[in-house]
C-alpha cells in the first residue's frame, strides 16, 4: 500500500512540475483531489482495509494528500505570478512614444472675418444685433423708403416666400427694426445672411451682410467718413485710403459708395482692382430723415449714418479669394488654409 501511495505522489509531483499554465495545473488538481479523482479514490476504499491497518494507511495517506496539495498550492502561486508578469509585459505602455497627431479644425474663413469685424466696431462703441432671415416685406423695402412698386426693387432679385414675406435682401432690414425699439443715441452692427437671385463668380445666392446704424444729435457725414476710415485701416492695413464717391439709395440721403486703396497692390494697379488701384467695398449715406420718421425717430432732433458691406466681398479681398462659391463648398483643401 505504501508503494502504491509513493507511486501516485511521485507522479502527481511530477505532473505539478510539468504543469505550464493556470489550466494545466487544474487539470492535475482534479485527477487527483477531484471527487472521482484518485486520491479520493483511495479515501473511499479505506473501508477495505483491515481495521488494524486503517490508522497507519490514513496517515500515510493524509500525508501525501497534504504534500501533494502544497505542492499544488506553491506552483500555482508561481504560475499566477509567471502570468500577471507576461500580461503586464505585453499591456506595457511605452510614454516615450510619439503621439498620433491631432486634426483640429479650423474657423470658416466668414467667421474669422465676422469676429475681426464685430471686434472693430465694438472697439468704437458699437453693440452687435441680429435678425430673422425670414423678413417681412415691410421692413426689408417699405420702412427704408422702397414702397411696393419702387423701381429700385429691380436691383435686388427678391425670393419671396409669399406676398407680404421674403428671404431678406439686405441686412438693411435690421435699420427698421432697430430704429421702432430703441431710442437714440443708436450704435449698433448686424452681420448676417441674406438672400438674392444671384449667381456668378461673385455672387451667391446666399451670402452675408454687415449693417452698421448711429443715429444721435449732429450726426454727420464726417463722422461715416471718420468711421469707416477707421475700420478699412483696421481689417485691411494701416496705409489703406478711404474715398467716398456720390450714389444712390432710397434710405440714405445723402448716399455714398465707397472705395478702398486695394490691398493687393496697394493703390499701384493689379488684376483684382482691374488696374484702377481701388476697390468698392460699401454702400452707405445719412439716414433719410423719412426713414427716421417713418420708424419713429424725431428727424428734426436726430440724424444718423448708416452702411452695409458684404462680410465674403471682405473676405475675398482680404485672403485673395477668386471665387464666392468656395466660401460655401466647404472643400477641406480650401478651409484647411486658414488654418
Ligand atoms: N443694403 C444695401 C445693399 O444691400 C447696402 C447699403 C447701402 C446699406 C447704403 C446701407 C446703406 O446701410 O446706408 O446693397
New binding site residues.
Given amino acids: 500500500m505504501k508503494e502504491k501511495l509513493d507511486g501516485i505522489k511521485l507522479a502527481a509531483l511530477e505532473m505539478i512540475e510539468n504543469a505550464e499554465t493556470t489550466a494545466q495545473l487544474n487539470d492535475v488538481r482534479v485527477k487527483y483531489l477531484g471527487k472521482s479523482g484518485e486520491i479520493s479514490a483511495i479515501m473511499r476504499d479505506m473501508a477495505k482495509v483491515p481495521k488494524e491497518e486503517r490508522p497507519k494507511i490514513g496517515m500515510l495517506v493524509n500525508e501525501m494528500r497534504g504534500v501533494v496539495e502544497n505542492a499544488l498550492e506553491a506552483k500555482a502561486q508561481l504560475l499566477a505570478r509567471i502570468e500577471e508578469e507576461r500580461k503586464l509585459k505585453e499591456e506595457e505602455i511605452d510614454v516615450t512614444m510619439p503621439a498620433h497627431g491631432k486634426k483640429i479644425g479650423t474657423l470658416h474663413p466668414l467667421t474669422l472675418i465676422r469676429r475681426e469685424l464685430i471686434e472693430i466696431f465694438a472697439n468704437m462703441g458699437f453693440s452687435v444685433d441680429e435678425g430673422p432671415e425670414i423678413e417681412s416685406d415691410i421692413f426689408n423695402f417699405q420702412l427704408l423708403n422702397i414702397p411696393k412698386d419702387h423701381p429700385s426693387r429691380d ?2 432679385d427678391t425670393f419671396y416666400v409669399n406676398e407680404n414675406f421674403l428671404l431678406r ?4 432690414a435690421m ?1 427698421a427694426r432697430i430704429m421702432q425699439s430703441q431710442k437714440p443715441p443708436i450704435r449698433v452692427v448686424v452681420p448676417g445672411k ?1 438672400y438674392r437671385s444671384d449667381d456668378d463668380a461673385s455672387h451667391s445666392p446666399i451670402f452675408n ?1 454687415f ?3 448711429a443715429i444721435d444729435r449732429h450726426i454727420t457725414m464726417g463722422d461715416l467718413q471718420g468711421c469707416l476710415q477707421t475700420f478699412a485701416q483696421k481689417i485691411f492695413s494701416k496705409d489703406t485710403k478711404v474715398r467716398l464717391r456720390p450714389s444712390y ?1 432710397p ?2 440721403e445723402p ?1 455714398v459708395e465707397v472705395d478702398v486703396t486695394c490691398s493687393v497692390c496697394h493703390g499701384k494697379g493689379c488684376r483684382v482692382c482691374k488696374g484702377t488701384g481701388w476697390v468698392e467695398i ?4 445719412i ?1 433719410n430723415p423719412a426713414v427716421l420718421d417713418m420708424c419713429g425717430i424725431d428727424s428734426k432732433e436726430y440724424s444718423g ?5 458684404g462680410i465674403d466681398r471682405i473676405a475675398m479681398i482680404k485672403y485673395g479669394i477668386p471665387n464666392i462659391k468656395l466660401l460655401y463648398e466647404n472643400d477641406m483643401r480650401f478651409l484647411k488654409q486658414f488654418n
Fill in positions: 436691383m435686388q435682401t439686405q441686412t438693411s435699420q441674406v451682410q449693417e452698421g446704424l439709395f434710405f440714405t448716399s460699401l454702400g452707405a449715406g439716414v449714418f448708416a452702411f452695409g458691406f
